[in-house]
């Protein structure tokens, strides 16, 4: 399995000098297997664009799995390049709340933007899903319903053949319970997700010592994310979803204060790939 981060960074974008190195995109992880081109996208925040320059410019054919429908996760759709092609075949997916075209076309459409997703050229369909286990572009994909505020929200487990990741791209584990250090619970759901898996995407948008300040947000602590790992048994752990304010150097400080633990710590950055 091959993971490219497109966007990385949580909430809004990031412009800037402070932020080249990691990236100002927002929430966007593609997944191809061995030799192939990207098939199967978490989430279409602004990284969605980036996708594009991975597929040669030619159509998309796939799938976009959303975790949630938060402007940072769908606002990439309708300026995804290879999406809005004669000939792409483009599914999205997202948790069961109701019409799913009718949920989406709320995320953009006039008087909000110019166009709505049934205007997108190709063939776009919009469908739902409950959590359980599903076969989607040839990959072994878990959803499971995890605590985030605003809107129903899925983490993901993805295996394609003896490789794994989980994506819990914003999550609030605060809502599960304090935890061991009040950061938040390691819950059900979550250890089911990040269970021995090759490579944990996970929420670090904010740090232990911010956390009492910003926790009302939704998202999770920097230390929960590393913990989680250990808890989980997780081989990686990748720092995903970062404050639009943190710069990169203050990124890497993150990275470098937890390396040497039992759990590799990386900081997702746009543009990196991993293959598994």
């Known amino acids: 399995m091959r993971v490219t981060f497109c966007g990385v960074r949580g909430s809004t974008c990031a412009p800037g000098i402070d932020f080249v190195r990691y990236g100002g995109h927002t929430s966007c992880v593609a997944l191809a297997h061995d030799g ?5 996208v978490l989430d279409a925040g602004t990284g969605l664009r980036n996708l594009t320059r991975h597929l ?3 159509p998309f054919r796939g ?7 938060h402007w940072d996760h769908t606002h990439g759709i309708p300026f995804f390049a290879a999406g809005n092609l004669p000939g792409s075949e483009v599914t999205v997916v997202m948790p069961a709340q109701g019409d799913p075209e009718a949920v989406l076309e709320r995320a953009f459409s006039p008087p909000h933007f110019p166009v709505t997703p049934a205007q997108l050229q190709g063939s776009w369909t919009v469908i739902s899903h409950e959590p359980g286990g599903s076969e ?4 072994s994909v878990l ?3 995890i605590p985030h505020k605003g809107g129903r929200t899925f983490g993901y487990r993805v295996t394609d053949g003896g490789r794994s990741l989980a994506y819990l791209s914003d999550h609030s584990p605060i809502a599960a319970g304090a935890g061991p250090d009040g950061l938040g619970a390691y819950h059900e759901s979550a250890l089911a997700l990040a269970q021995n898996v090759d490579l944990l995407i996970h929420d670090a948008q904010h740090t232990a010592a911010e956390f009492g300040d910003r926790a009302f947000l939704g998202h999770s602590a920097v230390e929960y ?4 790992a250990e808890a989980a048994g997780a081989r990686t752990v990748a720092l995903f979803h970062h404050d639009p304010a943190r710069t990169d150097d203050e990124v890497d400080a993150l990275v470098v204060a937890h390396a040497g ?4 710590v990386i900081g997702a950055a746009e543009g990196l790939t991993i293959e598994l």
């Open 36 to 40: 192939g081109v990207p098939t199967l």
């Open 56 to 58: 040669d410019d030619q």
């Open 63 to 69: 799938t976009i799995l959303l975790g949630h429908l």
């Open 136 to 139: 989607i572009e040839g990959f």
């Open 143 to 145: 959803a499971a319903e």
């Open 225 to 228: 994310a590393v913990g989680l």
């Open 261 to 264: 633990g039992t759990v590799e």
